[in-house]
């Protein structure tokens, strides 16, 4: 009866307490960077004129997204590698799964709304501010994080509201929608995969999206004949590109090969991959990279 459950039970990092307060240690040192790094480029965004454009507005969401996502989980990992424990409250554990889906939804909507900012500033310059204005930049991104909290609140809802009866051990480090179902003991868990399939239909159909548009940019920036203008086109595309790749590759792993795993350590491993690594490496990848970010810090 999920009545009687008061707290889950998370997979550990590791068993021994050494190890434990290594990864209380390695986790907190990758927190500390995400942290500031993530809140240097929304205070840098904010702050700076020059970067008061579609673009960068859009860059200042996404690190909020990557601030939000990996501070529903981290701090909670590290809380129970230091003090020795597994335990989650069964409230703890739905707003960990409501937050960490609303910020992983609206960073899926908001890459594919930043490829098509990089797609008609290559391919309709002359339309950029036409089609990209102010309001429809806001427009644009209230969609983002109204997509995410939707997804997030219409997952939480009919996952938590299953009978469970099959334990209280989630096989994962932290409280993710895919893994509760498993513990219930009704039927009525498959409503809750269908529209996690569903759900994996529009990631898929934005992940299209994103690379038709960068078909299209590649097409028009072989046109470009200077090597100077292939640079300037291929430096804005790049850091984009490389979040993408990293969303998506780290997501494949985590929700495809990952179940496949019969061992838990090889999941916990996909877990960090999935949950930390893309929110850490935001700031490197844009800051990087990115000439104007550098110059405004």
């Not at 990092?13 to 990864?23: K, Y």
């Not at 390695?26 to 205070?43: K, Q, S, T």
């Not at 997804?151 to 299953?162: D, E, V």
């Not at 509760?180 to 009525?188: E, G, T, W």
Request: with cysteine; glycine share 4%; hydrophobic share 45%.
């Amino acid at each position: 009866n999920s009545c009687s459950i008061t707290h889950f039970l998370l997979l550990a990092f590791a068993d021994t307490r050494e190890l434990q307060l290594l990864h209380f240690w390695l986790f907190l040192g990758i927190y500390l960077a995400a942290l500031p790094g993530n809140g240097l480029i929304i205070i840098t965004i904010a702050c700076d004129h020059h970067l008061h454009t579609p673009m960068y507005f859009f860059l200042l969401n996404l690190s909020l997204f990557d601030l939000g996502s990996i501070s529903s989980t981290v701090p909670k990992s590290m809380t129970n590698s230091l003090w020795n424990t597994r335990t989650i409250s069964y409230a703890g554990c739905v707003a960990q799964a409501f937050f960490f889906l609303i910020f992983l939804s609206a960073e899926c909507s908001l890459l594919t709304i930043m490829s098509y900012d990089r797609y008609v500033a290559i391919c309709k310059p002359l339309h950029y501010k036409t089609l990209l204005g102010s309001r429809a930049c806001v427009h644009m991104a209230a969609t983002a994080w109204g997509t995410g909290f939707l997804t997030a609140l219409l997952h939480t809802a009919n996952t938590f509201s299953l009978p469970l009866c099959q334990g209280n051990a989630v096989h994962q480090s932290f409280c993710e929608i895919p893994q509760i179902p498993k513990l219930s003991c009704s039927h009525s868990y498959l409503r809750e995969f269908k529209l996690i399939g569903f759900s994996a239909c529009l990631v898929f159909g934005s992940f299209v999206f994103i690379v038709v548009s960068y078909v299209q940019i590649f097409r028009a920036v072989l046109r470009i004949p200077s090597e100077q203008g292939w640079h300037k086109a291929f430096s804005t595309c790049l850091p984009h590109l490389a979040m993408v790749s990293l969303y998506y590759s780290t997501g494949l792993v985590a929700h495809l090969i990952s179940p496949s795993l019969s061992s838990p350590a090889p999941n916990l491993v996909v877990s960090f991959l999935y949950s930390v690594v893309p929110p850490a490496l935001n700031p490197l990848i844009y800051s990087l990279r990115n000439k104007e970010i550098k110059d405004a810090l």
